[in-house]
């Protein structure tokens, strides 16, 4: 990922892993609602940039099983959550998949131009209903 003219440039490959871990439900909620703290997008974002490392800077064989218990375990020591619903194993595949079609040639690994991305951060309005006494205000909540 590099910047050019304060813009960041994702690759496909990047672009479609934010995507899908953005919209990974479980990992949705726990930004949402700070099960990690307050520095949850920052967790989110650690998420993402380990999933990248471990499918495309590892050494060794990445197996279904290992992006299982990386999910597993960030969710678990990051932001307390243990998920049973069977998403973990959909989106290690879902990853997997990607990894396969870029080894495969089929995502386009030139870079693009993203003005609506940060690396490893996607973001959703996320308003709240205001009262007359309230000095809350609508603010975007961030999804990896």
């Known amino acids: 990922m590099e910047t050019v003219d304060g813009k960041f440039t994702v690759t496909g ?11 990974w439900k479980a990992l949705a909620m726990a930004v949402e609602n700070q099960w990690g703290g307050p520095d949850s997008i920052l967790k989110s974002q650690k998420l993402a940039s380990d999933v990248l490392s471990c499918l495309f800077l590892s050494k060794a064989e990445v197996k279904v099983e290992d992006l299982e218990n990386l999910l597993h375990e960030s969710l678990l020591l990051s932001f307390n959550t243990e998920i049973e619903d069977g998403s973990i194993d959909e989106v290690a595949e879902q990853l997997m998949n990607i990894r396969d079609e870029y ?3 089929n995502i386009n690994i030139i870079s693009v131009q993203s003005n609506n991305c940060q690396p490893y951060l996607l973001h959703q309005k996320h308003k709240q209903k205001s009262t007359p006494n309230s000095d809350k205000k609508s603010w975007p909540s961030y999804i990896l």
């Open 13 to 23: 490959v990047e672009e479609r892993i934010w995507k899908l871990l953005s919209k």
């Open 103 to 105: 080894l495969q040639g």
